[in-house]
């Protein structure tokens, strides 16, 4: 068993019940083919976290349901098929596909994790999946310099302080 943050049941009526997210006793995640096991270390809580309990998304939830998209973590566990990561490495991603990270272990598929980044705690990059992944794509849909177009481009970030635009304003520097 393991601790996590869940929803415990469905509010009908469209909006977010807080009495109805506890600290639950759940089952560790097991493995597929594909996937690996990781013990989380941080995470976030992003607008799409609250924005899926509100919406008719969570009709097809079974409850408690593990909330939690960001993770980063050390890989705990490794299925079948897993050719990317080993136990011990330090990781990151954005668990899109399935939740979970606000759990003490989540299961992800191998695809969409990454090596974390070293020169900060896993904690720290617990928060930066989510945000930098939409920094990153809306720099590509703006045709950044560093996409196939090499032609000098400014780049114009509004809400700096916030976590997109953050991330945005440091990968922009960071690409040149």
Not at 12 to 31: A, C, F, M, R, S
Not at 46 to 66: C, M, R
């Amino acid at each position: 068993k393991m601790k996590a943050g869940a929803v415990v049941k469905r509010s009908w009526v469209g909006k977010i019940h807080y009495e109805n997210i506890k600290e639950v006793q759940v089952d560790v995640p097991t493995l597929k083919s594909g996937e690996i096991l990781v013990q989380v270390q941080g995470s976030s809580v992003n607008p799409i976290d609250w924005k899926l309990i509100e919406s008719a998304t969570s009709l097809g939830w079974s409850y408690p349901h593990v909330l939690g998209r960001d993770f980063a973590g050390k890989v705990a566990a490794v299925g079948s098929g897993v050719t990317s990561f080993k136990v011990g490495d330090s990781v990151w991603g954005d668990n899109s596909k399935g939740e979970g990270s606000f759990g003490e272990y989540v299961a992800v598929d191998q695809s969409i994790v990454g090596l974390a980044p070293s020169k900060i705690t896993l904690v720290e990059a617990g928060v930066l999946p989510l945000v930098a992944l939409t920094s990153l794509e809306a720099m590509h849909f703006a045709g950044a310099p560093w996409t196939t177009d090499q032609s000098p481009r400014t780049v114009v970030v509004l809400g700096g302080s916030g976590g997109t635009g953050h991330t945005g304003i440091q990968l922009a520097k960071a690409l040149g």
